[in-house]
Nanobody
């Protein structure tokens, strides 16, 4: 069984930075796709950034230039570096992993990011 564990969330001031790691443990190695989603209060969950096994990345337009997704395949870990945080970035951030193109999606439990002065 695969488990995803996120960490790194917290309360930060506007303009601040955070790094969110998500480690996948269990029967999984070098997943086909790893991603970060977020869900703000009263809004639908949305994709923030995606990274494939070979390092191809895709970002939501609103975070381009501020967010960077990366991964360490040896550690089965995906990271989200968030810079220049804005109040609109306040949300629960979820890790998403798919081991192969046809396997079920796996979700982490989420980590809260709050941006406030």
């Amino acid at each position: 069984q695969v488990q995803l564990v996120e960490s790194g969330g917290g309360l930060v001031h506007p303009g601040g930075s955070l790094r969110l790691p998500c480690a996948a443990s269990g029967s999984i190695f070098s997943p086909w796709m790893m991603a970060w989603f977020r869900q703000a209060p009263g809004k639908q969950r949305e994709s923030v950034a995606v990274i494939t096994r070979v390092g191809i990345t895709v970002y939501q337009d609103s975070v381009k230039g501020r967010f960077t997704i990366s991964r360490d395949n040896a550690k089965n870990t995906v990271y989200l570096q968030i810079n220049t945080l804005e109040p609109e970035d306040t949300a629960v951030y979820f890790c998403y992993v798919r081991a192969t193109p046809t396997s079920a999606a796996l979700w982490g439990q989420g980590t809260q990011v709050t941006v406030s002065s």
